[in-house]
Nanobody, 126 residues
């Protein structure tokens, strides 16, 4: 049973930084990509960033580009999201997801991801 477990969320002031992590365990399949999505109450889940597992190519939503870096540690089966210059509108539950087969065209589509974590809350407030 594959499990994705996020950690590192919490409160942060506007303009601050935070790094959240997602550790994958319980499976022996090869990931094609891992990604972060975020969701606020009453809204759809939005794509934040993704990284392909083999090449390390990264993709970002326009709303976080330039402020956010996604990275992966293949040996640890862990993906990280470093968020800088955080804004109140970044407040959300951040969920990581893993895909076993996904194209670049669909990298930002949640339907392409088979496994999901429970999420970690990030709250940006003064």
């Amino acid at each position: 049973q594959v499990q994705l477990v996020e950690s590192g969320g919490g409160p942060v002031q506007p303009g601050g930084s935070l790094r959240i992590s997602c550790a994958a365990s319980g499976g022996t399949f090869s990931y094609s990509a891992m990604a972060w999505f975020r969701q606020t109450p009453g809204k759809e889940r939005d794509f934040v960033a993704a990284v392909t597992w083999t090449s390390g190519r990264t993709y970002y939503a326009d709303s976080v580009k330039g402020r956010t870096t996604i990275s992966r540690d293949s040996a640890m089966n862990t993906v990280y999201l470093q968020m800088n210059t955080l804004k109140p509108e970044d407040t959300a539950v951040y969920c990581c997801a893993a895909a076993t087969g996904i194209t670049a065209r669909a990298i930002n589509n949640q339907r392409g991801y088979r496994y999901w974590g429970q999420g970690t809350q990030v709250t940006v407030s003064s």
